[in-house]
Structures are given as structure tokens and as C-alpha cells.
């Protein structure tokens, strides 16, 4: 089955800086991926997502990049603010609706 | 509208307990999932659901039943519970081509 990788499980920036995550999966057959960030307490929340057809996606500070050939797709956060202090987590799916397969999960430090 | 909706929040079993999760949607979705997050694991699927009356193991569903017996709400069982189950719980739903939607989990420990 289908096996994603996250790196790094820890990270920490200074506000203003940039954050960058990176996933590989095993499954070529997968062709969708989301991102989720997640708040202490709460569940996931799709920040954004990305579709095997597309190459980058941005979503204001938010991108993804995927690269089919190599099987890795990267988050990256702009502009940091404290307020993207969170877990966050790739996943991957070989359905576009959802048995998702998660990566471990990076925490993300935003210090002032 | 509430989204996904997980009762109860936190619950504490002994070994060999039993006890059931709910979860509740109103947002019409076809799909749900029960997920459990352990520490630095990320989140593994335990079992699903493409509609009402059916269910589907995922990659951890030992010890764990499911059930859906109307649409708006999908039920996760623990016959006997183990140290092993001791987790975060997460109830999600969806639909055909739309990304996951989580309740906000409920923690379970058992001793």
C-alpha cells in the first residue's frame, strides 16, 4: 500500500521567514494531495491541496509543489506569522475522495 | 451549520471495557471515516464508509466495529478495550471529489 514520508517532524522559523515540508509517497498510482494544519485541541484542517495534473498550486503565503517523476510534493509558507504556529500534515490518496494516507506530521514553531 | 460533530470528548475505560463513539455530519456527505492520531504516527484510517448501510475496513480496523445506519452518522465500537487503543479519535466526512472534513476528536485512554 501506499506509504508517505514527512520531513521534518520538527521545525522552527522566525516570523517573516520562510517554511518548507517535504513528503514522498511509494504509490504512483496516487493523484491527490492534501495538506492539513492542525491546531492543539482541534482536528485537521485543509489548507490546501494539489491534484496529479497540476505542478504548483498557491493559495496566498500557501504553495505546493508536486513532482510526479521523483514522487515528492513540498509545502511551502511564506512570510511567516505566529498564527502558523501548528502541526501540519501531508497525505496522499489514490482516490480523489478520501481513504487518505497520512505522513507523520511536522510541528511548525513560529517564533516573534 | 456544525460541520462533524464527535461525542463524547474525552473518555477513560478500563481494560476489557466497552464503549461506542459517535459522530455526526450535516453537510449531506456520502463518505465517512474514522481515524486514529498517535504520537508521531500521523493519522491511520481505521474504517469507512461510501454510504449509508455499508462499511469498510482500513489499514488498523482490529478491535474496532463500525456501523452506519443513517447517513448523518457513523459509529465507532470498542468491544474490549486495550491499552493499545489508547488514542486521539477522529471522525471525518466527505464527499465524491471534496476534500476531508474532521470533527475535533475525541481522547480515549484506557489503563
Known amino acids: 500500500g501506499e506509504n508517505v514520508e514527512q520531513h521534518p517532524s520538527t521545525l522552527s522559523v522566525q516570523e517573516g521567514d520562510s517554511a518548507v515540508i517535504k513528503c514522498t509517497y511509494s504509490?504512483?498510482?496516487?493523484?491527490?494531495f492534501p495538506w492539513y494544519k492542525q491546531e492543539l485541541g482541534k482536528g485537521p484542517q485543509l489548507i490546501i491541496d494539489?491534484?496529479?495534473?497540476?505542478g504548483e498550486k498557491k493559495d496566498q503565503r500557501i504553495a505546493v509543489t508536486l513532482n510526479k517523476t521523483a514522487k515528492h510534493f513540498s509545502l511551502h509558507i511564506t512570510e511567516t506569522q505566529p498564527e502558523d504556529s501548528a502541526v501540519y500534515f501531508c497525505a496522499a490518496s489514490t482516490d480523489s475522495w478520501g481513504k487518505l494516507q497520512f505522513g507523520a506530521g511536522t510541528q511548525v514553531v513560529v517564533t516573534p | 451549520n456544525a460541520g462533524v460533530t464527535q461525542t463524547p470528548k474525552f473518555r477513560v475505560l478500563k481494560t476489557g471495557q466497552s464503549m461506542t463513539l459517535l459522530c455526526a455530519q450535516d453537510?449531506?456527505?456520502?463518505?465517512m471515516y474514522w481515524y486514529r492520531q498517535d504520537p508521531g504516527m500521523g493519522l491511520r484510517l481505521i474504517h469507512y464508509s461510501v454510504g449509508e448501510g455499508t462499511t469498510a475496513k482500513g489499514e488498523v480496523p482490529d478491535g474496532y466495529n463500525v456501523s452506519r445506519l443513517k447517513k448523518q452518522n457513523f459509529l465507532l465500537g470498542l468491544e474490549s478495550a486495550a491499552p493499545s487503543q489508547t488514542s486521539v479519535y477522529f471522525c471525518?466526512?466527505?464527499?465524491?471529489?471534496?476534500?476531508?472534513?474532521f470533527g475535533n476528536g475525541t481522547r480515549l485512554t484506557v489503563t
Open positions: 471525518a466526512s466527505s464527499s465524491s471529489g471534496s476534500p476531508l472534513h
Open positions: 453537510m449531506n456527505h456520502e463518505y
Open positions: 494539489i491534484r496529479s495534473n497540476v
Open positions: 504509490d504512483s498510482a496516487s493523484n491527490y
